[in-house]
Nanobody
Framework: QVQLVESGGGSVQAGGSLRLSCAASGATYSINRMGWFRQGPGKEREGVAVIHTGGGTTYYANSVKGRFIISQDNVESTVYLQMNSLKPEDTAMYYC?????????????????WGQGTQVTVSS
């Protein structure tokens, strides 16, 4: 089992920045990718950014490219999401997820482990 604990959510005005953190523990040898997903009110959960924990390759949803940056600290088994130029439409519950595999990286159903979520609210 892998346990994921997120932190760093909050409220910010449009154009502002937030940084989310996700610390993984447990059987981290069983995963090779970690990512951030979000679910807004009345919306389905969607992939935001994913990183391959081995090589560091990153993938982003088109809606956040150029604004969000996913990174990792392998020593601490922690993944970060730096969110810049935030927009009201970025308002959502953000979840950290971890899994194994090489395909469908931004698809929520491909991830086995999930954190409890952290709320991000962007006001206009």
């Amino acid at each position: 089992q892998v346990q994921l604990v997120e932190s760093g959510g909050g409220s910010v005005q449009a154009g502002g920045s937030l940084r989310l953190s996700c610390a993984a523990s447990g059987a981290t040898y069983s995963i090779n990718r970690m990512g951030w997903f979000r679910q807004g009110p009345g919306k389905e959960r969607e992939g935001v950014a994913v990183i391959h924990t081995g090589g560091g390759t990153t993938y982003y949803a088109n809606s956040v490219k150029g604004r969000f940056i996913i990174s990792q600290d392998n020593v601490e088994s922690t993944v970060y999401l730096q969110m810049n130029s935030l927009k009201p439409e970025d308002t959502a519950m953000y979840y950290c997820a971890a899994g194994a595999g090489w395909w469908s990286l931004l698809t929520p159903s491909q991830y086995k482990y999930w954190g409890q979520g952290t709320q991000v609210t962007v006001s206009s």
